[in-house]
């Protein structure tokens, strides 16, 4: 069995090798590529339900791969026996690149953040470290996986390391924006999509979703009110009905009226324990954001258009409202060409890493 195992790894590791180096970070600043056995095994991490308590959840159903490697349906996933997660998931595209992680930065690597969701009641819901352990090394062959490319086999640290190397596989750049503005293809982008670049810089967009002459990360990685989270913690709303989609075309709505159930959420200031940090959340990038809807920490806003109008108006007042954030106009063609330049930074490579992701063999109880 370990030869047989031995075989499918080396198979599963050139596999992984050959598509990341197939995918260009242009626009992007060079990284070092993760050791694709840590990646082969970590995608099947990843992929596994079986490292929920109860076998129904995976980092995958919050992060699909079909769907921008975050979450289109709902506005904050459902986690562990159908419990409310109170943010919205974040898109796991170029993760490698973000200085911290989760929208308050509670986080600063992937190896240690990766037992967050799998040690939280409302996500992954394990009870301890030791219970996903020791689960793993009842699993089908994953103590003869780990041993193949770890010395010390199943622990704390190889599952963070492994699961952190897929993530940071998941490098999708090269857009028509990037072969246009950094690969000097002036056929790469419309005519349209670039005046709509120029209104992102004319009207300050940048100041947050930053760019430089070298590269495009399009996020400073640092956090701002946009009022947003002020509202919602000062408005909790009695909702007559709510709609439930059971599927594409079938929809319920709930009746009769009921409290929604609200998590109070204060932002960066559960993080850092600073009044002036309340409500602030991390710049998300723009890097594929077509492909994540829907937008905010919270998931409240469904399209990219209904950003741009939030944005017009200057966001929410509040006391602690950004500075930056400051009302603009734009006419209905402007929009347009503002959509279409965001468009722009959707990278062709996603389509392979949902390939990659979706031919790999997981296993069962």
């Known amino acids: 069995m370990q030869m047989l195992y031995r075989y499918i790894l080396l198979f599963a590791t050139m596999l992984a090798s050959t598509t990341a180096a197939a995918l260009p970070d242009l626009g ?13 095994l970590g995608k099947r991490l990843f992929l596994d339900r079986r490292l929920s308590a109860n076998g129904t959840l995976s980092c995958a159903m919050c992060h699909i791969p079909e769907q921008g490697f975050a979450q289109n349906q709902l506005a904050t996933p459902v986690g562990f026996n159908g419990r409310t997660v109170k943010r919205n998931s974040p898109t796991l595209l170029n993760v490698i690149h973000r200085k911290v992680l989760f929208h308050d930065g509670r986080e600063f690597t992937l190896a240690n953040q990766v037992w967050s969701p799998l040690l939280s009641a409302r996500e992954m819901g394990n009870i301890s470290i030791g219970a996903v ?19 010390e086999g199943i622990s704390i640290t190889t599952i963070g390391i492994a699961l952190a190397a897929y993530e940071r596989s998941l490098i999708a750049a090269g857009s028509p924006f990037d072969q246009w ?36 990360q399009f996020t ?66 723009l890097r594929n954001v077509a492909l994540t809807a829907p ?18 108006k200057g966001g929410i007042s509040n006391e602690g409202l950004d500075p930056k954030i400051l009302p603009f ?3 209905e063609m402007e929009i347009q060409q503002l959509l279409l330049f965001l468009e722009s930074l959707t990278s062709p490579y996603v389509e392979r890493l949902i390939h990659d992701a979706r031919n790999t063999e997981i296993g069962d109880y």
């Open 295 to 312: 937008y905010m920490h919270d998931g409240s806003i469904s399209s990219l258009r209904e950003v741009l109008l939030f944005y017009m």
């Open 220 to 285: 400073d990685d640092k956090f701002h009110n946009t009022g947003i989270g002020f509202e919602r913690s000062m408005n909790t709303p009695l909702r007559e009905t709510q709609s439930i989609r059971l599927s594409e075309t079938i929809a319920i709505k709930t009746s009769p009226p009921f409290q929604v159930e609200t998590l109070n959420d204060l932002g960066r200031y559960e993080m850092t324990g600073k009044s002036s940090d309340k409500w602030k959340y991390r710049t998300p990038t």
């Open 133 to 151: 352990i020791k689960r793993l090394q009842g699993l089908d062959d994953y103590e003869a996986a780990f041993e193949m490319v770890f010395d």
């Open 28 to 40: 992007l600043p060079a990284t070092n590529t993760p050791e694709p056995g840590q990646v082969a």
């Open 329 to 331: 106009a734009l006419d």
């Open 181 to 216: 503005y950094f690969g000097n293809n002036k056929s790469a982008v419309s005519a349209q999509a670039k005046q709509g670049f120029t209104l992102f810089i004319r009207h300050g967009c940048g100041n947050c979703h930053t760019l430089s002459e070298a590269f495009a």
